[in-house]
C-alpha cells in the first residue's frame, strides 16, 4: 500500500525559507509526484509537479515559480519542496500527491495517493 507522510512544515516569518519533504513508501520511481496546498474553504491548488526516474520534468504554478524548488531523491524515497521568499498568502496546508494519471498536472482529482499534510503559517 502505497503511503506518503509529509514533514518540515511550521511557522515562518515574511521572506524566510521552509523545506518539506514527502517520504514515500511502497511506490514506484515511475510515479510523478505533487505538492499541493489547501486554505480552508477553498479548492486545493496544484503547487508544482516533478516527473518519474530522474525528475528533469517540473511544472510549478504561477504563483510560486521562482520562489519553490521541486525535487526528488529515488534512493531516500523522498520528494522535497524548497520555498525561498516566503509570503503570507503562502499560508497553507501542503500535501504530497503520488501517482499522476494524466491531464492538467494540477487538477487534485489526476492523483491517486495522497498524505495527510504539513501546516505551513507565514506571519509577522
Known amino acids: 500500500q502505497v503511503q506518503l507522510v509529509e514533514s518540515g512544515g511550521g511557522s515562518v516569518q515574511p521572506g524566510g525559507s521552509l523545506t518539506l519533504s514527502c517520504l514515500i513508501s511502497?511506490?514506484?520511481?515511475?510515479?510523478?509526484m505533487a505538492w499541493f496546498r489547501q486554505v480552508p474553504g477553498k479548492p486545493r491548488e496544484g503547487v508544482a509537479q516533478?516527473?518519474?526516474?530522474?525528475?528533469?520534468?517540473?511544472y510549478y504554478s504561477a504563483s510560486v515559480k521562482g520562489r519553490f524548488t521541486i525535487s526528488r531523491n529515488n534512493d531516500k524515497n523522498t520528494v522535497d519542496l524548497q520555498m525561498n521568499s516566503l509570503k503570507p498568502e503562502d499560508t497553507a496546508m501542503y500535501y504530497c500527491?503520488?501517482?499522476?494519471?494524466?491531464?492538467?498536472?494540477?487538477?487534485?482529482?489526476?492523483?491517486?495517493?495522497w498524505g495527510l499534510g504539513t501546516q505551513v503559517t507565514v506571519s509577522s
Open positions: 516533478i516527473s518519474s526516474g530522474n525528475g528533469f520534468i517540473k
Open positions: 511502497n511506490a514506484p520511481t515511475t510515479y510523478y
Open positions: 500527491a503520488a501517482h499522476f494519471t494524466g491531464g492538467a498536472w494540477d487538477r487534485e482529482a489526476a492523483y491517486t495517493y
